[in-house]
């Protein structure tokens, strides 16, 4: 839903997902999509260099608090991530 308002709204759009949760199909086929992870040391720099991104929208969580609680993995990939 953000991708698809982002592109009728005309910038370009890199969708950057593991899809250990999500579904390729969700994302809006107009965006160019990049299968990877948070921690990944080398793909995010480097997607975020290549496209020019010049803004970004973290979405990627468990949205789920309880998840979140028993396994910290993404509050600590977006702690190492935001340094
Ligand atoms: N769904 C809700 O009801 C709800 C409510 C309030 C806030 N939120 C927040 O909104 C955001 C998105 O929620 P959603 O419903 O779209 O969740 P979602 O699970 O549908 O999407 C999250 C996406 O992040 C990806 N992802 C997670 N960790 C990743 C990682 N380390 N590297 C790469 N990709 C990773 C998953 O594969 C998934 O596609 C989250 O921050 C969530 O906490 C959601």
Do not use: C, Y
Not at 11 to 37: I, Q
Not at 48 to 71: D, W
């Amino acid at each position: 839903m953000v991708t698809e308002e982002l592109l009728n709204d005309g910038p370009e759009v890199v969708v950057f997902d593991s899809l250990f949760k999500g579904h390729r199909a969700a994302a809006d086929r107009r965006a160019k999509f990049v299968e990877g992870e948070l921690m990944n040391p080398g793909l995010l720099p480097r997607t975020l260099k290549e496209n020019s991104v010049q803004a970004i929208i973290h979405l990627a969580a468990h949205s789920l608090v309880t998840a979140s609680v028993e396994t910290p993995r993404n509050i600590t990939t977006t702690t190492w991530w935001a340094d």
